[in-house]
């Protein structure tokens, strides 16, 4: 069994804006940002498309396939009343409390990073332990690809962060012998 982890390729949005669930455009480049993704799947064999319902990970999930799965719980981080507003509009106070302990504290109104891995984990164990041995591309976003390679990594949530995962970064993932192991290499 493969699996291959990819990031979302560049949102059409301004930098310093603070999004999550907001259903975004990709940017103009997408096809070539495409073709460099496609470029590392080492592979022709049949592959299952599992994806983000979000605008951004759905379009690149066409690219691959007609025929997808769409999971609500590979949405990024919910931020709730922040979605949207610019990241230095946002009360100091409010994102102070919040970036010191992000694993736990929900942003107001949208949820905690530790909700996020919870809904992340459920599907992860739930396609890594099914029969099928089917292989799979699944499009998310950075936070759902970071609290799953914490939890291949046994990284603690917090740590997770470190992990580089810039737009359209693909993992590849093998199952041997019952485990699953990373077979990209990270950059902490």
Known sequence: MEIYLIRHTTPDIEKGICYGQSDLNLKSNFTEEFEAISNQIQTKKDFKVISSPLKRCKLLAKEFK?????????????????????????????????????????V?????????????????????HSESNQNLIIIS??????????????LPLKESF??????????????????LKLITEITL
């Open 141 to 154: 976003h950075a936070g759902p690809i970071r609290a799953i390679l914490a939890k291949l990594l046994k």
């Open 66 to 106: 007609d025929d997808i799965l769409f999971d609500d719980r590979l949405k990024e981080l919910n931020f709730g009343d922040w979605e949207l507003k610019a990241w230095n509009d946002i009360p100091e106070k409010d994102s102070n409390s919040w970036m010191e302990d992000f694993v736990n504290v929900a």
């Open 162 to 179: 470190n992990i580089k995962i810039n737009y359209g970064d693909v993992f590849l993932l093998k199952r041997e012998n019952e485990t």
């Open 108 to 128: 107001p109104n949208g949820e905690s990073y530790i909700q996020l891995a919870s809904r992340v984990y459920a599907f992860f164990e739930e396609i890594t």
